[in-house]
C-alpha cells in the first residue's frame, strides 16, 4: 500500500486527497492530525536523501508517497495521478513565501 502523506491546510494536497481517498492501493496519512503521524513523516524527512531538495527550498515536503519499496516519490503523476495545476505556486514554504 502506498502511503501518502497530507496536510489538511496544504493547497497542493487537497487534489491528492480527492483522487486516493477511496483507492484502496493508497493510505493517507494527515501529518496535522495526529502527532504520531508527525513524527512518523519527520522521521522520514529528517533521514531520507528524498527531502533534501525539499529541504533547501524550505518546504515541507507534502504531499509526498512512500512506496510499498521504501522510496519516495513527490510527483503524482508517477503514480497515474494528476497534480492540481491551480494550485501551482500556491506552496507554502517555512519563511511564508508562496503562501
Do not use: W, Y
Not at 29 to 44: A, P, Q, S, T
Not at 59 to 87: H, N, Q, Y
Amino acid at each position: 500500500m502506498i502511503k501518502v502523506f497530507v496536510m489538511n491546510t496544504c493547497p497542493d494536497c487537497e487534489s491528492i486527497e480527492m483522487q486516493v481517498k477511496h483507492d484502496s492501493r493508497f493510505e493517507l496519512i494527515d501529518i496535522g492530525k495526529h502527532i504520531r503521524n508527525l513524527k512518523h513523516f519527520l522521521k522520514l524527512r529528517d533521514s531520507l536523501p528524498a527531502f533534501d531538495k525539499v529541504k533547501k527550498r524550505e518546504a515541507v515536503g507534502v504531499p509526498c508517497f512512500l512506496l510499498d519499496d521504501g522510496t519516495i516519490t513527490f510527483s503524482p503523476e508517477d503514480l497515474g495521478l494528476k497534480s492540481d495545476l491551480e494550485s501551482i505556486g500556491a506552496r507554502c514554504n517555512l519563511d511564508g513565501s508562496g503562501c
